[in-house]
């Protein structure tokens, strides 16, 4: 069992669908961030949040550390939102736990 | 915000040959670095924890020797692979903790990752 379950691993959506990504993991945490890879690799870092609600421009995080789940919210979608959305946990120690990942494709 | 940056964000080279990576916290002091490793369609694995000062800890599985790494001030570690070979071919991404100040939790920041193709 993977100490940190992302859902769904695939999601399409039409331009301007509200969307949602899950995050659920098994760990302590410090922290949990949200990060964005694009199709060239590049890695953003959207949010890290330990508790409570961020928002920044279209996208909410939300978590609830007690029960170990975390949302990423975009609102008003947009075909420059297709990405990976990984879900990362941490740190334990050292140790860092990473999702494997929800691929978002918007279609205009 | 605290930004962490790679340089090359991309690089080409040939078998045999010798690439470093550098991971870079603009604006703020890490003691600590690490360094992950993402095959495709995989999770981010760690690789090793490089601290500022000592030798990096390696995770179980990863060669010291072919990846090396040297963390020489608080604002640059670099990670080098030696001797390439086409299974190196891999996206490699830093991340750097925060060490200054008192935090509740150590904010730890991730690099945008630099692909390297080895043919």
């Keep these: 069992k993977n100490e940190v379950e992302q859902s769904p691993q695939n999601l399409t959506a039409q331009e301007g669908e509200f969307i949602t990504i899950n995050c659920s993991y098994s760990v302590g945490i410090s922290a949990l961030h949200w990060l964005q890879q694009h199709p060239g690799g590049g890695i953003v870092s959207l949010f890290m949040l330990s508790s409570g609600k961020k928002k920044h421009g279209r ?7 007690q029960e170990k789940h975390s949302s990423l ?7 420059r939102d297709s990405a990976v959305y990984i879900c990362a946990v941490g740190p ?17 | 915000g605290a930004v962490v940056s790679q340089h090359p964000s991309r690089v080409i080279c040939k078998s045999g040959t010798s690439v470093k990576i550098e991971c870079r916290s603009l604006d703020f002091q890490a003691t600590t670095m690490f360094w ?8 981010l694995m760690l690789m090793a924890t490089s601290n500022e000062g000592s030798k990096a800890t390696y995770e179980q599985g990863v060669e010291k020797d072919k990846f090396l790494i040297n963390h020489a001030s608080l604002t640059l570690s670099t ?9 190196d071919s ?3 991404i830093c ?7 008192v935090r509740l939790y150590n904010e730890q ?11």
């Design chain 2, 36 to 43: 992950y490793r993402q095959f495709p369609k995989q999770s």
């Design chain 2, 90 to 92: 891999s996206f490699y």
């Design chain 2, 109 to 119: 920041f991730f690099g945008p990752g630099t692909r390297l193709t080895v043919l």
């Design chain 2, 79 to 87: 990670l080098t692979v030696t001797s390439a070979h086409p299974e």
């Design chain 1, 59 to 65: 996208l909410i995080a939300t978590i609830n550390i």
């Design chain 1, 92 to 108: 334990t120690g050292n140790q860092f736990y990473f999702g494997t990942g929800t691929s978002l494709t918007v279609i205009p």
């Design chain 2, 95 to 101: 991340s750097a903790r925060d060490s200054g100040g």
């Design chain 1, 73 to 79: 919210h975009i609102t008003a979608s947009h075909p």
